[in-house]
């Protein structure tokens, strides 16, 4: 059996930068600053991440910071719906059709390691025409502040809420920054790298995937490239 995560951004959508401009604008109406935002490179890290070193650059405290967040996340959510009905995201090409094909396996479940908040993942991924229900576990840019952390807790979660999960279980993780092949890589999870986000493919291959793809357009070889 095998837990197939994958990432979001750039993985299986293209946002459109309305996750930045929503986290702007959610950055400015619970904290008053959007600090230096507009040059934080935000490719692979959590949302968490992004939000720490983004306001203590702004003098924040992260008492400030962290006491404030479940309002963050609610002003973001709402922020980021209301830009993605103006400018919804485009599913990659064969994104779709490689989770649907997937989601039909009997061996395998299908999860999330994304940097994004549960808000924001499932918005992403409603407005681009996936089914976010396909994925059943998750971890998430509000779970921690590396990524590294992140694969290991989808297994966790898979293993405490999906029943009959056997301890043999293979797990992949699909994304398209070196974020993610590395936090794959200390998981001891196979690793596929997808050249369709801000990193070229030679970029990718010196972080050493299992295996690196144009893009996922090729559903059937997308889909042997992760099982195999």
Sequence with gaps: ?????????????????????????????????????????????????????VLTAAGLSEAVIWERFPLYRRAFAKHLEALLQERPPLPLPGARGLVTRLSQRGDVLLGLVTGNIPEGAHLKLRYAGFDPSLFRVGAYGSDALERDELPLLALERARSSVPDVPESIRVVVIGDTPLDIQSGHRAGARTVAVATGPYSADTLAAFHPHVLLPNLADVSRAEAAILS
């Design 1 to 53: 059996m095998y837990l197939v995560l994958f990432d979001i951004d750039g993985t299986l959508l293209d946002s459109r930068k309305v996750g930045r401009k929503a986290m702007e604008r959610a950055m400015e109406e619970v904290y008053g600053t959007s600090g230096p935002l507009h040059r934080y490179n935000m490719a692979g890290k959590s949302d968490r991440l992004t939000l720490r070193d």
